[in-house]
């Protein structure tokens, strides 16, 4: 299992990033994924998942927000956040695994990031 994120960078609060994820070693069509964060200090959060449907889920903190997304024509997962906040600065991780509406439930691989950054 090979995950690759994409797209993490500074922005101001307000603006808008998407983050890619590319996927390889497994099938991907059948496959939950998720992102999940963890900022400076702190543990893991969940941040959104998508199941092979389709259908999504989201954690309190970014709902409204961001959007997850998946293309599995490209095995490429995508999150697109809007009205950043300085509190979304964490490192972000793409993962597959299990998840109910709650958050995750199991991870079974994770890729190893990418760092965005919510500044002024």
């Known amino acids: 299992v090979q995950l690759v994120e994409h797209g993490g960078e500074l922005v101001q609060p307000g603006e808008s990033l998407r983050l890619s994820c590319s996927a390889s070693g497994f099938t991907f069509r059948l496959s939950g994924m998720l992102w999940v964060r963890q900022a400076p200090g702190k543990g893991l959060e969940w941040v959104s998942a998508?199941?092979?449907?389709?259908?999504?889920f989201y954690g309190d903190s970014v709902k409204g927000r961001f959007t997850i997304s998946r293309d599995n024509a490209k095995n490429t997962l995508y999150l697109q956040m809007n009205s950043l906040k300085i509190e979304d600065t964490a490192h972000y991780y793409c993962?597959?695994?299990?998840?109910?509406?709650?958050?995750?439930?199991?991870?079974?691989?994770r890729g190893q990031g990418t760092q965005v950054t919510v500044s002024t």
């Open positions: 993962a597959t695994g299990t998840f109910n509406a709650r958050g995750p439930l199991s991870i079974k691989a």
């Open positions: 998508i199941d092979s449907a389709g259908t999504t």
